[in-house]
């Protein structure tokens, strides 16, 4: 666990020397925590999203800190990288409350771009750009790959006079 929580201050303090942190895994170890004798304090997450939508797309995943709960950087200067969609419930204010000492510590948050996930299982997009690109167009027509027989698309299209 990369974190400790501090229920009476509602505090999500991350540990010493953690310079990336992931929502997803913050929420799993908070009910853990709960789990362990600590469900008397104030709920600190809601969620939303995560279920399929389709065999291969899920909505994503949104995590929102609840009744005042925030995180805190570990006491040193560094740069912090929280991943995925976690923010404070009802929008207003920061997720990340500032060190007890003066330490400065740049905080990016990487969130998603979209509202679905999609797993597609055809390989990553310069596999597929490979497998375009590189494929032998005499294996459906002609010679040559399918990037030469663009290229000769787009040359012979510029012989062609402009109508009028």
Do not use: C
């Amino acid at each position: 666990m990369d974190v400790v929580f501090d229920g009476t201050a509602r505090l999500i303090i991350i540990n010493t020397g953690i310079t990336e942190i992931a929502a997803a895994d913050i929420y799993s170890w908070w009910k853990q925590w709960v789990l362990a004798q600590n469900a008397n304090f104030l709920r600190a997450f809601s969620t939303t999203g995560g279920e399929p939508v389709s065999p291969t797309t899920d909505i994503s995943a949104y995590f929102f800190l609840d009744n005042d709960w925030r995180l805190r950087p570990w006491e040193g200067d560094h740069q912090l990288v929280i991943q995925g969609n976690i923010f404070v419930a009802g929008g207003v204010g920061s997720i990340v409350v500032p060190t007890l000492g003066d330490y400065n510590v740049l905080v990016t948050s990487e969130v998603s771009p979209q509202s679905q996930a999609v797993s597609t299982g055809v390989g990553t997009v310069d596999e597929v750009k490979d497998a375009v690109w590189d494929t032998q167009v005499s294996e459906h027509q002609d010679s040559g790959t399918t990037g030469e027989a663009l290229d000769k698309i787009d040359k012979n299209t510029t012989l062609i006079p402009g109508t009028l």
